[in-house]
């Protein structure tokens, strides 16, 4: 089993620029989430889909980030324009039931670093 | 206050020794807890969950709290491989998937 697969793996922009960070769950999955770690903060939920619908997005920061899930198998989390601040470990997981029922799996995440 | 709180460490134990990691939890609501592993650089992993009557698996033994909203990992007989970040995590409702990641205490086994 492929697990979660994230890409790319390490992104370095300038500030200002467009980042698009990849996901594609464990096949089978039926929810997805984005989640971001950084030493400040720790780890948290910015959004997650249940059947490739957004339930909750309250964790997202800005109308500068936003997620989509076009089909069952890919996910996408978009910052425009980034900022030095948005450096993070961007991780994405999956699970085949809400947490409680199954366990979420981790994809080995994204490092973005803003200059 | 945070909503999962944890002392960050790091502890410095020798191989073989007996460590236990805390966590309070603010919400007394909160329905499901798990510890999770986090190895240097790499993605969380779930290590266990954590039940009322308290659970083990082999040289881990994970309690809960609710009165106090308290939850502990222990961990005997260390190995150097236990060298990693330990994050409790909770489980606000059911009816979501959002889990409240504690900063994480970090562990170094010394041989």
């Known amino acids: 089993d492929a697990g979660v697969i994230q890409s790319p793996r390490h992104e370095v922009t300038e500030m200002g620029q467009e980042v698009t960070l990849r996901c594609k769950p464990i096949s089978g999955h039926d929810y997805l989430f984005w989640y971001r770690q950084t030493m400040m903060r720790g780890l948290e939920l910015l959004i997650y889909f249940n059947n490739n619908v957004p339930i909750d997005d309250s964790g997202m920061p800005e109308d500068r980030f936003s997620a989509k899930m076009p089909n069952a198998s890919f996910s996408t989390l978009k910052i425009q324009p980034s900022e030095p601040r948005d450096s993070a470990v961007y991780f994405c997981a999956s699970s085949l039931g809400l947490v409680g029922e199954d366990t979420q799996y981790f994809g080995p995440g994204t490092r973005l670093t803003v200059l | 206050r945070k909503e999962v709180e944890q002392d960050p460490g790091p502890f410095n134990v020798p191989e073989g020794a007996t460590v236990a990691f805390n966590c309070t939890y603010s919400?007394?609501?909160?329905?499901?807890f798990f510890w999770y592993r986090q190895d240097c650089r790499k993605e969380p992993k779930l290590l266990m969950s954590v039940y009322s009557s308290g659970n083990e698996d082999g040289r881990f033994t994970a309690q809960l709290n609710r009165a106090s909203q308290y939850i502990s990992l222990l961990i005997r007989d260390s190995k150097l491989s236990d060298s990693a970040t330990y994050l409790c995590v909770v489980l606000l409702s059911s009816n979501t998937g959002k889990l409240i990641f504690g900063q994480g205490t970090t562990l170094q086994v010394k041989p």
């Open positions: 919400n007394s609501a909160s329905q499901s």
